[in-house]
């Protein structure tokens, strides 16, 4: 059963060690290969049907500007139509990361275990999606704790144990846990775009700038800002589809990996497929990493250029056999990032090349790169907040 495996969320602790490592961590001082807090703060929320009914009425005075407002602040929103409670009672997560951004998660619901040649029974897990990665709900904390592979957590020599391959059983739970090896960053339609844009603060401020002026007669002047702000939104449109497809296009991979399981080698695997764990044959003629892995049997020459920048090739070498704890960014050099490409592997002996799958989808190297540009670090414009308040004293003198 899913629950009753030690290592149900993504590393070998169970689930009093997880809670004391937690415990023992200091949000605030991250170590340095974390770009996002593993544990950002959390209030769940569940809906109110009274406070979401009186919501609804205030809402629409005047012209509909409360919900104006809650598209701004989605948080404050959930506030005012929600109470707080458990987070497993709860439907909407608040998450504030360290940056003091807040963002709303809608509670979602994953199936272990189970199934129809299986006697055991499904359990239920709740989990958000923050960001493209996702927390699982565990009762020993009481909150959402980031499903992590094997970057944390575990010993070399652990990593050396795992040589087999998983068994089918384990991978079907791990597949259940991850989900896909992606990196998916869909492109939005073209009428979300234009109307995420037109409902912007700033636009929002002409529309009540050109309405000030048709009230003063001024046409010509009005005009003058309609027609610069529709060449500005179609601008900003086409500058955004355009940068949302690239971003598709470089953040996709597809490929075929040979996997080790249950002993035995499976070609001709869709790499999509993959989960933490999985053993994969580096073939001598080298291929692009649609994961993270380290090396447990032979050397690599390596390609970082896509995810460093450096033009010189990096040698890889084997993971030592050693009771250490296993660090991506201390053990680099044995490590194949994803995104990277592997230009030829040498074998020891008769062996094959053999990697160990560490991390997949959005918790790579190059995941960590693709979130970094689709959730820069905010930026405090004085005008953006002028704008907001502006607009709000319109709203209070109307």
């Not at 060690?17 to 605030?28: R, S, T, V």
């Not at 960014?329 to 799958?357: E, N, P």
Request: net charge neutral; proline share 5%.
């Amino acid at each position: 059963m899913a629950a009753k495996d030690s290592g149900w969320l993504g590393n070998n602790l169970g689930d009093d060690a997880l809670e004391n490592d937690f415990q023992n961590e200091n949000p605030a001082a991250l170590r340095p290969e974390d770009d996002v807090d593993p544990r950002p703060f959390q209030v769940s929320y569940r809906v109110s049907i009274l406070k979401a009914t009186f919501f609804c009425f205030f809402a629409t005075l005047p012209v509909c500007a409360g919900f104006l407002i809650a598209y701004w602040f989605p948080a404050h929103w959930i506030r005012l139509i929600c109470s707080k409670c458990r987070p497993g009672r709860a439907r909407y997560v608040i998450v504030t990361d360290l940056d003091g951004r807040h963002c709303v998660e809608v509670i979602q619901y994953l199936s272990l275990g189970g199934g129809a040649s299986s006697n055991e029974e499904s359990l239920s897990i709740p989990y958000i999606v923050h960001r493209n990665l996702r927390y699982l709900y565990t009762s020993k904390t009481d909150n959402f704790v980031l499903l992590r592979g094997y970057d944390t957590g575990i010993n070399c020599n652990e990593i050396h144990s795992m040589i087999r391959g998983l068994s089918q059983r384990e991978f079907n739970e791990r597949r259940q846990r991850f989900g896909l090896n992606s990196i998916d960053v869909p492109v939005k339609p073209i009428y979300i775009i234009l109307l995420q844009e037109v409902l912007h603060p700033f636009y929002i401020f002409q529309v009540f700038c050109t309405a000030v002026w048709l009230a003063e007669e001024y046409y010509y002047y009005s005009a003058l800002i309609v027609i610069m702000s529709l060449l500005s939104v179609v601008a900003s449109l086409v500058q955004t589809r355009r940068n949302m497809s690239m971003l598709h296009q470089m953040a996709q991979q597809t490929c075929r990996v040979t996997v080790c399981r249950d002993g035995q080698e499976l070609a001709g695997v869709e790499g999509d497929s993959l989960v933490p764990g999985d053993v994969i044959v580096v073939p001598p003629t080298g291929m692009v990493m649609p994961c993270d892995a380290v090396l447990l049997v032979g050397t690599a020459i390596v390609n970082e250029a896509s995810l460093t920048g450096e033009s010189v090739p990096a040698a890889k070498t084997s993971l030592p056999n050693v009771m250490e704890a296993y660090l991506p960014d201390k053990h680099k050099c044995h490590t194949l990032f994803g995104g990277t490409h592997v230009i030829q592997t040498r074998r020891s002996y008769d062996s094959r090349t053999l990697a160990v799958v560490v991390r997949t989808g959005f918790q790579t190297s190059k995941g960590r790169m693709v979130r970094s540009i689709l959730y820069p670090k905010p930026f405090n414009f004085k005008f953006y907040w002028d704008s907001v308040k502006f607009i709000l004293a319109l709203i209070l003198v109307e």
